[in-house]
């Protein structure tokens, strides 16, 4: 019994910058890892970041040095900081956190998506 809830979509111009939330609470002993996707009408979903509990990042070609994954250990959440964003990163981001559960497995959940539009 994981509850994923993801936040802080909106409209932004061109060049401008927001915040994603990804926010874990239920049965969670620790996270192991999280990515961050994004689907835009008529796309196939991307994996747009990853974090892993020892710390290390990955990040799609198209937002390197625009796009910043962080986590915050001690409130179950992790962070998608979006800057110098583009009109082709519309699209609805969704975030998927693996965790081990008090139970002693290990299950990912997936939240329902936020909203991200960028005009030009």
């Known amino acids: 019994q994981v509850h994923v809830v993801e936040s802080g979509g909106g409209l932004v111009e061109a060049g401008g910058s927001l915040r994603l939330s990804c926010a874990a609470s239920?049965?969670?002993?620790?996270?192991?890892?999280t990515d961050w996707y994004r689907q835009a009408p008529g796309k196939q979903r991307e994996l747009v970041a990853h974090?892993?509990?020892?710390?290390?990042?990955n990040y799609a070609d198209s937002v390197k040095g625009r796009f910043t994954i962080s986590t915050d250990n001690a409130k179950n959440t992790v962070y998608l900081q979006m800057n110098s964003l583009k009109p082709e990163d519309t699209a609805v981001y969704y975030c998927?956190?693996?965790?081990?559960?008090?139970?002693?497995?290990?299950?990912?959940?997936w939240g329902q998506g936020t909203q991200v539009t960028v005009s030009s």
């Open positions: 239920g049965s969670i002993r620790t996270i192991r890892f």
């Open positions: 998927c956190v693996a965790v081990f559960t008090t139970r002693g497995d290990m299950s990912d959940y």
């Open positions: 974090i892993f509990s020892g710390g290390t990042t």
